[in-house]
Structure formats: structure tokens, C-alpha cells
């Protein structure tokens, strides 16, 4: 079992930057591929950024959505078995619950799909215009 725990959510304006953040506890989390999903009212959960599980300490290979390329970016921290998400020059259209989530994948990929094992409890973004 993982458990983890997303933060770092708020209210930004247009413009503006965030840092998301999810805390695994349970197992390696070092073993799992972790996604960053997002679901604005009315529409359905998307991809937003993934990495894969660890090459070294806290490197993998990393994807991102077509509208978030340039602007945000996915780490991992393998001491504080966290990973970021760290959203630059955030647009209103980013506005929506981000879900954090992990799958146990051997291979060095991010899988995009919504098929991930375990889910964070999501947390708001919101950006003013």
C-alpha cells in the first residue's frame, strides 16, 4: 500500500507560480512511476506530468501535457520520498483539483493513462484573471 498526501494548493494570479507537492509513505516509492493529474468542473481527470520511477537518486525519464510544456516542471526528491510539481506562468485554464498519483511500473516510461494504482486526495488550484 501507498498512501499519499498532496499540498501546496491556493488561490494565484494569473501569472503566477505554485508548487505542488506529494508525500508517499508506505512502501519505495522510489519503485513507482508518479503522475500529476488535474479535473476542472465539468470536465474530465487529464495527464498533466508524470516521471517515471527512479534511474538514480532522482532522475527518470518525464512527460508533460502539451498545454503545461515550458511552464511546468516534475522532480522527485528520493531522500524525502516526495515529488513537485512546480507550475510557472499559471493561465486560468489551469485551474482545477491536481491529483498526485503512483503505479508500480518496472519499466523507465511515464504511463499517461488514468490507470494508476493509488491516488492522493487532490488539491485546488485555482488562478485569477
Known amino acids: 500500500q501507498v498512501q499519499l498526501v498532496e499540498s501546496g494548493g491556493g488561490l494565484v494570479p494569473a501569472g503566477g507560480s505554485l508548487t505542488l507537492s506529494c508525500a508517499a509513505s508506505?512502501?519505495?516509492?522510489?519503485?513507482?512511476?508518479v503522475g500529476w493529474f488535474r479535473q476542472a468542473p465539468g470536465k474530465e481527470r487529464e495527464f498533466v506530468a508524470g516521471?517515471?520511477?527512479?534511474?538514480?537518486?532522482?532522475?527518470?525519464?518525464?512527460a508533460y501535457a502539451d498545454s503545461v510544456k515550458g511552464r511546468f516542471t516534475i522532480s522527485r526528491d528520493g531522500d524525502a520520498n516526495t515529488v513537485h510539481l512546480y507550475m510557472n506562468t499559471l493561465k486560468p485554464e489551469d485551474t482545477a483539483v491536481y491529483y498526485c498519483?503512483?503505479?508500480?511500473?518496472?519499466?523507465?516510461?511515464?504511463?499517461?493513462?488514468?490507470?494508476?494504482?493509488?491516488w492522493g486526495q487532490g488539491t485546488q488550484v485555482t488562478v485569477s484573471s
Open positions: 498519483a503512483a503505479k508500480l511500473w518496472s519499466w523507465i516510461t511515464v504511463p499517461t493513462g488514468a490507470d494508476y494504482d493509488y
Open positions: 508506505g512502501r519505495t516509492f522510489s519503485d513507482y512511476a
Open positions: 516521471i517515471s520511477r527512479s534511474v538514480s537518486r532522482s532522475g527518470g525519464r518525464f
